[in-house]
């Protein structure tokens, strides 16, 4: 039986995937929605407003940004999210476009030419948030 202790509580559990117990994945899975709606009616808002009017700590939603489940639309992110490669700003993951790109390439020519899959796109049903919906699937349309 193997217990481990969840990072962000400390509470003792038994693991499925990962380091989070169940109850604090379930509320950064609220909060996630929490400050997704907030940022559907609100477009191009600051961290520090998102934070404040939905109680979510910045902490959380800058998280939420660096996994890909949030975007940044706000042309103004005070240098809060930045590539760690180059550390040009960004609006959303860990890496910027042309860094992605050199990976890529770098891969690319160390396993002999081969050219990395194309990813594939998601059909999505209509709905009201995606015209400005701020998560990455709905991005990527």
Do not use: W
Request: glycine share 4%; net charge positive.
């Amino acid at each position: 039986m193997n217990i481990i202790q969840c990072k962000i509580c400390n509470k003792l559990f038994q693991p499925i995937s990962g380091n989070i117990c169940p109850s604090c994945v379930n509320k950064i899975d609220r909060d996630f929605i929490t400050v997704r709606d907030y940022i559907y009616d609100n477009p191009n808002s600051r961290i520090d407003e998102v934070s404040e009017e939905t109680g979510v700590d910045k902490a959380t939603i800058l998280q939420l940004l660096k996994e890909g489940r949030l975007t940044l639309d706000s042309p103004d992110t005070d240098g809060m999210l930045l590539c760690d490669i180059c550390k040009k700003p960004i609006s959303t993951g860990r890496m910027c476009k042309e860094c992605k790109e050199k990976i890529a390439s770098t891969m690319t020519k160390s396993i002999g030419g081969a050219k990395p899959p194309e990813p594939q796109k998601k059909e999505l049903k209509a709905s009201k948030y995606n015209a400005k919906m701020h998560t990455d699937t709905l991005r990527r349309k």
